[in-house]
């Protein structure tokens, strides 16, 4: 079968019919079985256009999360749903609120540098991961461990650049926000 033909048929009277009946059996399966075959550069962009899709269609827009059993809430973040479990239940296969807390903190850090290289002219490559140091008997954050990986063409002073990269990553709110040991390494690639 050709791809037009499978256009085709997606289009037809009969899967508008069928496709609301098939989907929430067959799109898991199929993305189970296939997410990984599809090339890495073009599966970002795919997984983005799939939440996109699911975020537009979602007429409850709102973040808010749901109770739903010991560690487990229902996470609903502008429509996209997420079973997530957290605390001393958090497995590393479900998204926890304390992934959703770093990759947010992560986020705004990667926005806030990419802006100020960007102000300064500099064209740059910016990733940011982090991980956390928590204490359940104290109920707290210890310590958060952020990596800044700039990567840039342009021939520019490394202590500059480092400079500019510390002093963009304090524009990020969330980091303003927190009360507890932020450490940051900036990695050059």
Do not use: Q
């Amino acid at each position: 079968m050709n791809p037009e033909m499978i256009m085709e048929m997606i289009n037809s009277d009969i899967a508008k019919e069928m496709a609301p009946k098939m989907m929430p059996k067959v799109l898991p399966l199929a993305l189970e079985k296939f997410l990984d075959k599809i090339p890495e550069n073009e599966r970002k962009e795919f997984i983005a256009k799939i939440v996109d899709i699911i975020v537009s269609k979602d007429e409850n827009k709102e973040i808010f999360a749901e109770f739903c059993d010991m560690f487990e809430v229902l996470l609903n973040i502008k429509g996209l749903k997420i079973y997530s479990k957290g605390g001393k239940g958090a497995v590393k296969e479900k998204i926890s609120p304390m992934d959703l807390f770093l990759v947010g903190l992560c986020g705004c850090i990667c926005i806030a540098v990419g802006n100020t290289l960007k102000s300064n002219n500099i064209d740059a490559k910016i990733k940011v991961d982090g991980k956390v140091e928590k204490s359940f008997e104290e109920g707290k954050i210890k310590k958060i461990s952020i990596n800044i990986y700039v990567k840039t063409n342009e021939n520019i002073d490394k202590e500059k650049l480092k400079e500019l990269v510390l002093n963009g990553s304090k524009k990020c709110l969330i980091n303003n926000s927190l009360n507890c040991e932020i450490e940051k390494n900036i990695i050059f690639e």
